[in-house]
Every structure is written in C-alpha cells, then in structure tokens.
C-alpha cells in the first residue's frame, strides 16, 4: 500500500517550489494530497497540483453542496505524513495554537501524522519572539522544521526565511517516512566527540573530532525509538535538547560513565575519538615557556577492552579511525576487542571522517560480512550503522558466549 501524505500549501511566493515537491512526492511512489490556502490558491492554482499528483486538491474554502462535508477529516485520515511547504508565519502561528479556520489550518488540528514545516518568510517576520515562540510550541508538540535557510528572499532583502532546496525536504520526507520503531525498549550508549587530556590547567592534548558521527547516531537511535543516553567529549556540532547527554573530556571520565551504564544497557557504540596517551603528571600551574618540553604519556585504559570483561548479551560496535591500511587495521581492532561490528573509516581524507559533514566507511560484520556504502551525510550513514545494529539486537556472541 502507498503511504498517503497531505501536502500542505501556503502563501508564501515560493508557493511554486510545492508543485515540484509535489512531482517529486509522487515520483517516490506516494500518495499525494495537496491543500490549499486562500492564499497559496493566488499563487498556484490547484489544477497545477491535480495534475501533477493524480489526485483532487482540497481548496481553502467551504465545501459545497453535494461534496464531502468533511474534507478536514476524510483527507487526514491514514496519512503517514503531513508536510507544509512552504510554511508561512501565518500558518505557523494558526496551528501552534489551535485555530483551526481553513482546510489546512483544520488538517493540522485533526490529524495524528508527524508534521514537517518548511517555514518561508521575510526575515524580520521569521526572527520575531512570536514566531520564534510558536516555532518552539510546534517543535514541542513533535512538529519537525526545516529550514528556513539564507538567500535572497522575494521581497528582494538578503537574510534568513528562504524555503529549503526540495532535495532537502525531501531527504527529510524519506526519513520520516521510513521511521521505524525498532529500537523501542532498548537502552544504548553512544560515545562521541574527543577526548582532551589535560597537560596543565590550560593546555590538553585532544584531537580533532567534532562529535558529528556520533551525534547522528545517537539521532538515528532515538527516532528509532530507543533510550539513548550519549557519552560525550569535546563537540563541535549542534545537540538537539531531546538528546540525554553526559560531559566526560578524559578518557578515564568516559571510561567511568561508560562502565557505570554499561551492565544495563543493550548496545554500546564508540564513536568517540578517544586518546590513547594521557600525561603522567599534569601540572597543577600553567608550564612556563622553556626551549623545549618532554611530556611522559602513558597509555588510557581502552574502554572497549574494559567492556568486553563486563560483556554479557551486549552488542558491542566501534570504530576504527586509520590513516593507512583501513580495512587490515580495522578486522584487527575488530577481533582484538570482540566486537561485533567495526566501522572503519579512512581519517586522511579531509571530506570525510573527522569534522566533515560526509563518511565514507566499511561495515565489517564479525561474521565476515563487509558492507561499503558510498560516500554519505552522516546521518545517512547512521541510518545504515543503525540498521545494523538492529539486525544483531538482540544478540548473542558469535563465538558462543
Ligand atoms: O566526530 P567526527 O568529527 O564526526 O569524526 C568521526 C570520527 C572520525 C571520530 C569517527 O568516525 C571515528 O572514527 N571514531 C573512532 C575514533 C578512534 O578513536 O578510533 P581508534 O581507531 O583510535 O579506536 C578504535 C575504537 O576504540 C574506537 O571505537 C574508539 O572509540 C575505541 N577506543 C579508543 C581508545 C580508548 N582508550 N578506548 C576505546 O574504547
């Protein structure tokens, strides 16, 4: 069966992006309703969309006699997915506080569906407390938004409230889409960012993670429905406040709060780039400037080794950060820690790995198994990563134990 989505379509100018949304909604083999505001019907008539997705659009205004009375009611039900594009203050303001007084406006109340708006507006409109307010009410009540993003706007200012590309919409469309609750009960630890081990009350050694990959993990597993409680170093990315998350900057602070959790939890993974060295003796004063400094570093216990003493119905992923060799180097970090899943990816490149926005990686499987994705957003790879996981949930160690 299709998955039945309600387009729903404001007055904003970029009203004319939505047909080709609506194409590309279609396209994907979804059942598309268009809705109409008085507005937006100014805009783009509605036979554009009749046309475009093979199905009668529901316009602003009453029904008429001898049409279906209710279209609010007959239009929202079974839809997966409400998507508002383009979003304008008006709409937004409407349904963050109940007013239901047009089709749109009257779905939005009705409907059970996750709804995505894709805000479009003038900036100074889109900056405004009261927007800014409503925003948050709908984020709370589950609403998801994207964008908008910057550019120049019709009313010809350079600024914030562009509606986002329709490749990103759509990105996001397919993603809600395929939501899966199939981590519903189950408790992961997911580690990310650096660690940075202190050398004196000012300096550290750390590395150059950005948390990026294992934010979108953790992400990806509470979608999915699972009690997600992230371990994490120094970041560089944005969390979002749904996300548990504990501070540990040293790897003996990572390894304590990992430990402490790890007997109840499901599955870890180890996104974390965590040093190998600390210094012995950290200075208790800053080191005075001299010609040159030995520090004495000695190893950090590694959390996984540590794990796999505690192990019992566990799944156990890490990761491998190589600069030569990726794959050997990753199948031995693999067998050496008992894992049940590595994921290796290549830390020389600059458009993947550490801070980038992409990873290119190899999914090597305990059981031999080796999978390459293309080179992804990492949230996309962490769809992958998580399905993954789910596959081995619940599992049991292959070696028997
Ligand atoms: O954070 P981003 O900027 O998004 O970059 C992502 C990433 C490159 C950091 C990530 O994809 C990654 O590769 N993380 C692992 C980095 C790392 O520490 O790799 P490693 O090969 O040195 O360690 C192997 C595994 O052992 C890792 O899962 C690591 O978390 C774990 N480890 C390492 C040291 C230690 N003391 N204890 C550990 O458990």
Do not use: W
């Not at 562009?162 to 889409?177: A, E, G, Q, R, T």
């Not at 010609?291 to 019992?312: A, F, G, H």
């Not at 156990?316 to 050496?336: I, Q």
């Amino acid at each position: 069966m299709k998955d039945k989505v309600i387009l729903g379509v404001s007055g904003s100018i970029s009203a004319y992006k939505a047909a080709d949304l609506s194409m590309r909604m279609k396209e994907m083999g979804l059942e598309v309703h268009v809705v109409m505001t008085a507005a937006a019907e100014k805009l783009i008539t509605p036979l554009t969309f009749e046309a475009l997705t093979g199905n009668p659009v529901t316009c602003s205004g009453m029904p008429e006699p001898g049409k279906d009375p209710m279209p609010h009611i007959t239009v929202s039900r079974g839809a997966s997915l409400v998507v508002v594009a383009p979003a304008t203050a008006n709409v937004i303001g409407k349904a963050a506080n109940g007013i239901a007084d047009d089709s749109l406006t009257s779905i939005l109340l009705a409907s059970n569906a996750r709804v995505i708006f894709a805000p479009a507006m003038n900036t100074e409109m889109y900056n405004k407390p009261v927007v800014q307010e409503n925003i948050k009410k709908l984020q709370d009540q589950g609403g998801f938004f994207i964008g908008p993003t910057t550019g120049t706007l019709a009313c010809g200012d350079e600024g914030l409230g562009k509606l986002s590309d329709v490749d990103d919409i759509m990105v996001v469309v397919k993603k809600f889409l395929r939501l899966k609750r199939d981590l519903a009960g189950k408790k992961i630890i997911v580690s990310a960012g650096g660690t940075r081990e202190p050398i004196d009350p000012v300096r550290f050694l750390g590395n150059r993670s950005s948390g990026k990959m294992g934010v979108a993990i953790a992400n990806e597993a509470v979608k999915r429905g699972a009690d997600v409680t992230m371990i994490a170093g120094a970041l560089e990315t944005h969390v979002s406040d749904d996300l548990e998350v504990i501070r540990a900057f040293t790897a003996d602070a990572m390894l304590e709060e990992i430990e402490s959790r790890f007997p109840g939890c499901h599955c870890l993974i180890m996104a974390a780039a965590v040093g190998d060295y600390k210094v012995r003796n950290v200075a208790n004063n800053k080191i005075k400037k001299m010609d040159s400094l030995l520090l004495d570093l000695e190893k950090n216990t590694d959390i996984l080794s540590q794990m796999e003493k505690l192990r019992k119905e566990q799944i156990v992923v890490g990761f491998a950060a190589e600069t030569e060799r990726a794959v050997e180097n990753g199948k031995e970090k693999l067998l050496k820690k008992n894992l049940h899943m590595i994921v290796v990816n290549d830390v020389s490149r600059k458009d993947i790995g550490f801070g980038a926005d992409d990873n290119e990686v190899t999914i090597i499987m305990r059981s031999g198994d080796e999978i390459t994705p293309n080179k992804v957003p990492k949230a996309e790879l962490a769809e992958i990563i998580i399905d993954k996981v789910v596959e081995l949930l619940p599992g049991k160690f292959v070696d028997g134990r």
